[in-house]
């Protein structure tokens, strides 16, 4: 199976989760006018045992095309990935199909976006398409198991959209 990838837009993304970006109108000016305030993009969730944590990810960086065959979900929270360079990355989800992976999809950021996957999105791993590769993730801490993972028989190809 191939897909291509889609600009990573609010609308398109919004069934997998939230993306987080600085654009249109500040919420709020701030510090004495001197800083635009963007509030609450995410709708982070961390469930009733579990609170939020934040841990630096080093990942390396991958190309286009991009074969992958391992999805996984998180059932317990939602999982945050702010990127710490401005280089664009890859963001693979896929809807849920009755406890499975459903029809992947791919989307490619624009180097300022962020993104949150809702609690129990499918979604691929950390995908940079430069170096360093570094991410602060906000994600779940708690004593439960919070990882499922499907490997895909075949594998997907990701190949750049148009």
Known sequence: MQISTE???PEAFAPFGDVLAATGAPDRIINAGMCGRFHDRARLDFGPEGRAGVSIF???????PYVFDLLERHPEGSQCFVPMTADPFLVIVAPDAGGKPGQPRAFLTDGAQAINFHRGTWHGVLTPLAEPGLFAVVDRIGTTANLEEVTLDPPVTVIAGQ
Not at 58 to 64: C, D, N, S, T, W
């Open 7 to 9: 600009p990573l837009t």
């Open 58 to 64: 080093k990942a390396i960086p991958r190309a286009l």
